[in-house]
C-alpha cells in the first residue's frame, strides 16, 4: 500500500516499542491517560504494566481552564519522581508533533488546546498527545497479543465509534491523526456511528447501552431483537472495513463491544454478504480483553 511520497503520514513506533520474537516491552515508568467526554482515566504503568489507577467524571460541559485544571489535578494524584512522561488519548483532531488538540468530542470548550506545551511547563517532563483511538490500537499491537499482526484495524464502540489502524507494522494517524474516522462515514439515514455506537439504543430506542445489554443478557425478547439489528449495522460496518483496508485482525473494543455474545451471530450473518469468502475465511475478528488497553497504548507515544 502506497501512501503519499509529500509527508510520510505513517508513524514509527518508538524504538524502545520495537516489534520481535520476544515482544520487548518499554522499560521505566509513565502515565497513560485516556480523556473521554464523559470520564477521565489515568494509569501509572511501569514496565508494561499498570500499577495504579484512577478514574473520575469529566467535566465535559466547564470552561476550558476548568477541565485543564481538573486533568492537572488527577495528574498530580498519580505522579511520582520515577515517572518518565505523558502519554495522552483524546477524542479529536491532534497535530500529533505539536500536541495541539482541536474540537475536542463532548467537551465543547476544548476548540484548541495546546496540551503538550502546557502540561510539559506544569510537570517539566515529555508529553505526547494523539488520537485516542489510535492509543487503543496501540495498546493491542503491543500489549494485547496481536504483535503477530503487521495489519490491525482496532475499532471502538462507545457514545462515538472510531478506529486506530496498525498497517505494515506501523501506526497509520493520517494528517490529523483522523485516518480511522470509520464512524463518520454516511450509512443509511445518518452514519455508522449513530448505527453502530450508544445512539442506536438512545435515540433510537430510548435506552441506555448499558440497559438494553443487562435487559438482554435477562434474556427480554425486545432488547435480544435490538441487539440483532444493531449487529447487523455493526457486520455491514466490519465489511465496509475489509473493503477498504483488508486487515488480517480486527480487534473490538468500547462499552458496545461488552455485548458482542448479543449481536455477534447477527453481525456474522451480515458479513457473509461480502462476495470474497476467502478473505472471510481469513479475518480474524475478536474482543479486546483489557479494559485498560488505551492506557498501555497511551504510554507507548513516548520515545
Known amino acids: 500500500m502506497n501512501f503519499p511520497s509529500q509527508r510520510d503520514h505513517t508513524w514509527q513506533i518508538p524504538g524502545r516499542f520495537l516489534k520481535n520474537e520476544e515482544f520487548e516491552i518499554a522499560d521505566g515508568m509513565r502515565i497513560g491517560i485516556d480523556l473521554g467526554g464523559t470520564n477521565v482515566r489515568a494509569g501509572v504503568v511501569d514496565n508494561g504494566k499498570i500499577v495504579g489507577k484512577i478514574a473520575e467524571p469529566t467535566k465535559s460541559g466547564r470552561p476550558e481552564a476548568d477541565v485543564l485544571n481538573h486533568l492537572k489535578q ?10 518518565e512522561g505523558i502519554g495522552i488519548g483524546v477524542p479529536s483532531v491532534v497535530d500529533t508533533r505539536k500536541g ?72 497509520y494517524e493520517g494528517n490529523n491523526a483522523g485516518a480511522g474516522e470509520i464512524g463518520c462515514l454516511p450509512y443509511l439515514e445518518y452514519d455508522y456511528e449513530y448505527y453502530c455506537g450508544s445512539r442506536f439504543f438512545s435515540d433510537e430506542h430510548g435506552l441506555s447501552g448499558k440497559k438494553a445489554c443487562e435487559k438482554g443478557l435477562a434474556g427480554d425478547i425486545n432488547a435480544l431483537k435490538l441487539w440483532q439489528e444493531a449487529g447487523f449495522h455493526i457486520g455491514n460496518l466490519l465489511k465496509m472495513i475489509l473493503y477498504v483496508y483488508d486487515p488480517q485482525a480486527i480487534i473490538l473494543g468500547g462499552s458496545i463491544s461488552n455485548a458482542f455474545n448479543l449481536f455477534s451471530s447477527a453481525m456474522y450473518e451480515s458479513m457473509k454478504q461480502f462476495p470474497y469468502p476467502g478473505t472471510l475465511e481469513r479475518i480474524k475478528i475478536t474482543v479486546s480483553k483489557n479494559k485498560d488497553i488505551s492506557l498501555l497504548g497511551a504510554t507507548a507515544l513516548l520515545p
Request: hydrophobic share 40%; glycine share 10%.
Open 74 to 83: 488527577m495528574i498530580y494524584s498519580v505522579i511520582n519522581p520515577d515517572i
Open 100 to 171: 495541539i488538540v482541536y474540537n475536542v468530542a463532548n467537551i465543547p470548550s476544548w476548540k484548541e488546546v495546546h496540551l503538550k506545551s502546557i502540561l510539559e511547563k506544569e510537570f517539566h517532563i515529555p508529553v505526547a498527545v494523539n488520537n485516542d483511538c489510535n492509543c487503543f490500537a496501540l495498546g493491542e499491537y503491543y500489549f494485547g497479543g496481536n504483535s503477530e499482526y503487521d495489519n490491525l484495524v482496532c475499532v471502538t464502540f462507545g457514545t462515538g465509534v472510531g478506529a486506530g489502524l496498525i498497517i505494515n507494522g506501523k501506526l
